[in-house]
């Protein structure tokens, strides 16, 4: 059971890791301090090519894969469990503004406010609007095309390595 929690401290830190490590960034991006226009060209911008509506899936995703590990760390407790995890999606998916300020923050000090207003245009209409509305469908099969080819990759690279190793008397 003891190892059980040691991956379970590791499990839990790890998200916090994550969001140490985009606040860092957002000290960086603080410092820069983009006007308030291109603040705001910046969000507008996030908010038409649907990156805001993939920050309402962090706080979810992050809950639902500590939930397994919590399970396991407290046998017979499932319901208790499955409520709070209920109760901290709720509570912190309500914070998905913070996180649109820093990435808003980083838009604005890596765009300029005209480019940044170009681009909502495009992505508002035809062509770009057309690309954000198949993006979920050319990420997922995206990802499922990356995910086959690692796999064909790994193989492959597992294979060249047995080989080399033989071919220099290692045995493995």
Excluded: C, H
Excluded at 121 to 149: C, H, N, R, Y
Aim: no cysteine; glycine share 6%; proline share 4%.
């Amino acid at each position: 059971m003891r190892t059980a929690r040691a991956r379970g401290a590791v499990f839990i830190l790890a998200p916090v890791a994550l969001i140490a490590a985009f606040s860092a960034g957002y000290v960086s991006a603080e410092a820069q301090k983009p006007a308030e226009t291109g603040l705001v060209a910046a969000r507008e911008l996030i908010v038409v090519t649907g990156a805001s509506k993939n920050f309402e899936t962090v706080v979810p995703m992050m809950v639902k894969q500590l939930e397994p590990l919590l399970l396991q760390m407290a046998p017979g407790k499932d319901k208790e469990i499955k409520e709070i995890m209920a109760l901290m999606v709720e509570r912190f998916s309500q914070r998905k503004s913070e996180m649109m300020e820093m990435i808003a923050g980083i838009y604005a000090s890596k765009l300029t406010e005209p480019d940044m207003k170009d681009l909502t245009e495009f992505f508002s209409k035809g062509a770009g609007a057309a690309f954000i509305a198949k993006q979920p469908e050319i990420l997922t099969e995206s990802m499922t095309a990356g995910q086959q080819w690692g796999q064909k990759i790994g193989m492959e690279i597992e294979q060249q390595i047995r080989e080399e190793f033989k071919k220099r008397g290692i045995k493995i």
